[in-house]
Structures are given as structure tokens and as C-alpha cells.
């Protein structure tokens, strides 16, 4: 994982890569969770706090009465979409994909964490008390405001994930 890991979290960050590059690199690194969850809890905490740096940065509440309809064209497609495949190149980090690709990543990670916790895989979690009380604010607070309608359900999702993963660790440290 030394191998894939750190490069493909480094074009994340990275704000000069095209949208679409990090958003794939978000992908496969969503597949490393999927894969194998155990080999990626040395760069959880890491991950996790650099995704939810990018929702609370790259977040874009609606500006209209009617969350969640979107912007759109004339034609009625997606104004976010059109640009991203018009403009493939394009380095503008306030698309939904890239919100989408964060947030999906969220949900896995601590879906996983979940799953190796109630299989006596791991009883350690990587993420501190902080990490949770942040990410659970940043995500109700996307669930709730972003313009993007399937970005507001992927949130609401992922703040599910994340209660689960809460609640799994409270009944474990009862146990202890």
C-alpha cells in the first residue's frame, strides 16, 4: 500500500491536477478500502481528515430557496456535468463529482472500519474523538446546504456510516 497510497492521496491535494484526475485517484483509493480495508487503516486517520478538509473547503451551499434542483442548461442537463465533459482539463474543485468521490470514500472507510471492528479484526480504531465531532459537523452541515441534491443523499449516507462506526465503538468500549 507504501506503493499506491500516498501517490495517488498526493493528487488529491494537489489543486493544480485536473478535477477529473482526483476524482479518479479518489476512486482507487475507494477500491483500496474496498479491497483490502486492513491495509488502509495505517493511512485512515490521514485520509480521512484530508477528505473531510476537502468537503468543508470545496462545499457550495445553494444559493436558491430550492435546494438541490441544480444548475441547469437550457438544454436541462447538469451545468456541473456539462463542464466537466466540455472541459475535461478542467481544475475547478466545486463540482459535485469531486464532492461525490470524497464523500463516497467517507462512507466506505468508515463502513469498513465498522465491519473490522464487529469481526475482532481490529479493536484499535485510527480516528480520534476530534476527527468525529468534525466530520459529523461537516457532513450534517452538507446533508443539509449543498447545491447538489445527490451530494446532500451521499452526506446524509456517509453521516449514517459514520454514527454506525460510533455506535459499534461505544458498544465495544462497554464491553471492555
Not at 485512515?44 to 478538509?53: E, S, V, Y
Not at 467517507?106 to 466530520?135: D, E, V, Y
Not at 451521499?154 to 459499534?168: C, F, I, S, V, Y
Request: proline share 6%.
Amino acid at each position: 500500500m507504501d506503493l499506491l497510497v500516498p501517490p495517488l492521496f498526493a493528487v488529491v491535494r494537489n489543486m493544480h491536477v485536473p478535477a477529473v484526475l482526483r476524482m479518479s485517484s479518489i476512486s482507487l483509493l475507494a477500491d483500496c478500502v474496498d479491497t483490502y480495508s486492513l491495509a488502509i487503516l495505517p493511512y485512515a486517520q490521514d485520509l480521512c481528515t484530508g477528505f473531510i478538509d476537502l468537503l468543508q473547503l470545496e462545499s457550495s451551499p445553494a444559493n436558491t430557496v430550492a435546494k438541490g434542483e441544480g444548475k441547469t442548461t437550457d438544454d436541462g442537463n447538469n451545468d456541473d456535468l456539462v463542464s466537466l465533459d466540455s472541459n475535461p482539463t478542467s481544475r475547478d474543485s466545486k463540482l459535485p463529482p469531486l464532492r461525490c468521490a470524497a464523500l463516497h470514500f467517507l462512507s466506505l472507510l468508515m463502513h469498513a472500519s465498522t465491519k473490522l471492528i464487529c469481526k475482532g479484526r481490529t479493536w484499535i480504531t485510527p480516528f480520534p474523538g476530534s476527527m468525529f465531532r468534525r466530520a459529523n459537523i461537516v457532513l450534517e452541515y452538507i446533508s443539509s446546504t449543498d447545491e447538489d441534491r445527490v451530494v446532500r443523499v451521499m452526506a446524509m449516507e456517509a453521516k449514517e456510516n459514520l454514527e454506525r462506526l460510533q455506535g459499534t465503538m461505544l458498544e465495544l468500549s462497554e464491553l471492555v
